[in-house]
Structure formats: C-alpha cells, structure tokens
C-alpha cells in the first residue's frame, strides 16, 4: 500500500506553512478533524460534566464518544479504561501518587535513562517525598547499553 503523504498533510493545517516541527511529542500537530470537534466542544457544550442540563449532557456524551473511540483504537476491555488529562506528565504523577499507596517496604521501582523525565520524575516523587514508603526505591539505569548487565530483579533485605 503507497501512503498519499499529499492527502495526509492536507488534513494538517499547521503544515500549510513553510515551517519544520522538529519537537515531536510537545509539538504534536493536530488534525483538521479534531481541531474542529475541539472548536465545536467548546462553542457548544462546554460544561461542567454530570450535570442535569442540555449542555452537560451533550458534553458528557462528547466524551463518552472519545473514551469509546479511543478504546477501540487501543483495543482496550472498556471504554472505562481509556483516561483523558492535561498531559501525560500530569497523568504519570497522578498515577504514581496512586500506586505509591499500595507500596510496601522493599517493593522495587524501576526506571530507566531511555524513558522521558515525564516517566521518572512521577516515579522518584513518590520515594523521596513526605508519605513516601520507606524501603521501597528507585534503580535508574544509566544507559540504555547498561541494561543488559542489570540483574533479574529480587527485591533488596530491609
Ligand atoms: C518522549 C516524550 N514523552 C513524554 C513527554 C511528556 O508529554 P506531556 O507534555 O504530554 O506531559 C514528552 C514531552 O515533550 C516527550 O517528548
């Protein structure tokens, strides 16, 4: 199958423009489709969700819609399981702060050199800050090349 690169840029509008986008994740450009549904939200329903009026409910379906969608695209069980936040950072530190909860002293936190900072520093949050487990810790590998020579993991004695 040939990809139509002409078609697919067509539906891009920020590429309409003599510019590079070298910043790929924090500089995602945004298809013409969901620029509109973004614009449609917001002049038409946006509201506060779960209320008992037209607007909250129109709203609450819209996402209802994306949640179901998504799911299907990432062949999640439910639509339940798809969660939409400001940024991934913002949905990493929410995510560790919850899971640090269920820690147990010895448990082993593992990352890496090859991830983001989005996906450490949620992580090192919940073991260096006040409520954090005792016991339970960090290994950041080095680098990548480093892996190899890691051990299987067994947790430390406390
Ligand atoms: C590879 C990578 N992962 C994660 C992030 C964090 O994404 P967000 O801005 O959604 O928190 C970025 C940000 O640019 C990134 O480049």
Redesign the pocket.
Known sequence: MTLDIAAIRSHFPALQQPAIFL?????TQIARQSLERIHTYLTRTNANHGGEFATSRASDATIDAARAAMADFLNASRPEEIVFG???????FNLSRALARTFQPGDLLVVTHL?????ISPWLSVVIEPGGQKGSFICITATPWEWKNVPPFSPPAT
Do not use: F, Q, V
């Not at 910043?23 to 500089?27: I, S, Y």
């Not at 400001?86 to 990493?92: A, G």
């Open positions: 910043d790929n994740p924090g500089g400001p940024n991934m950072t913002s949905l990493t991830d983001h900072d989005a996906n």
